[in-house]
């Protein structure tokens, strides 16, 4: 089956540091990731596309200055929030698209960043 | 913007009755996904069903690509479905998906 794999499950940090999110794809080749964000409001928000050897496309409202993302091959990728603030809480997502299966996206369990 | 409604907000039911969950889209999806949602966060899919219908399990999911309506039916709830059910569709990438609101499903022993 497919499975993706995020760690940390939780973090809390302080005002202004960095909080570093993994993403796993097992069992299946992952040729893009999408990150997003959860708001404790329960709204959901794309916050970047990447596709292995591609630039990686951030939305609006999100940039690589802030949300830097490393996408090295077919089964990882990471996400940083640089200097994260109380607008930075929620629950990051990552969904890894299967390879050869068109349009399916599968999630891990998510990351909850609690800024203090 | 493309805009994803679903219904009900809540539904509340007793473990072994059926369960229907609507999602309402503003413009044709080329792909519709519907995940469920665990309390602590985790993202499941479901099903991917932009037309016609596709079951799996207890769970079949009719979609009406022209009609722009997609329902989720869960026959024989148990307690272990209750959490979030959410209905995402593209926006121009199968990457790219808006996710509606959501419907929390209580099963009640």
């Known amino acids: 089956g497919a499975l993706v794999y995020q760690y940390p499950r939780r973090t809390i940090c302080k005002s202004g540091t960095s909080m570093r999110m993994e993403c796993q794809a097992v069992?299946?080749?992952?040729?893009?990731v999408a990150w997003y964000r959860q708001s404790p409001q329960k709204t959901f928000e794309l916050i970047a596309l990447?596709?292995?050897?591609?630039?990686?496309?951030?939305e609006q409202n999100f940039t690589q200055e802030k949300f830097p993302i490393s996408h090295p091959n077919l089964s990882f990728s990471s996400m940083t929030v640089l200097n994260a603030y109380l607008e930075d809480r929620g629950l990051y997502l990552c969904g890894a698209r299967r390879d050869r299966v068109a349009g399916q996206l599968y999630f891990g369990e998510g990351s909850k960043l609690t800024v203090l | 913007g493309q805009q994803v409604q679903q219904s009900p907000s809540s539904l509340v039911l007793q473990e072994g009755e059926n369960a229907e969950l609507q999602c309402n889209f503003s413009?044709?999806?080329?792909?519709l996904q519907w995940f469920y949602q665990s309390p602590g966060g985790s993202l499941v899919s479901l099903l991917s069903n932009p037309s016609g219908t596709k079951h799996t399990g207890r769970l079949t999911s009719t979609t009406v690509t022209k009609e722009r309506r997609s329902s989720l039916h869960i026959s024989s709830s148990q307690t272990t479905d209750s959490g979030t059910y959410l209905c995402a569709i593209d926006t121009g990438g199968a990457d790219r998906l808006t996710f509606g609101k959501g419907t929390q499903l209580i099963i009640q022993p």
């Open positions: 413009s044709t999806a080329t792909q």
């Open positions: 069992g299946f080749q992952a040729t893009s």
């Open positions: 990447s596709t292995v050897n591609s630039a990686i496309k951030y």
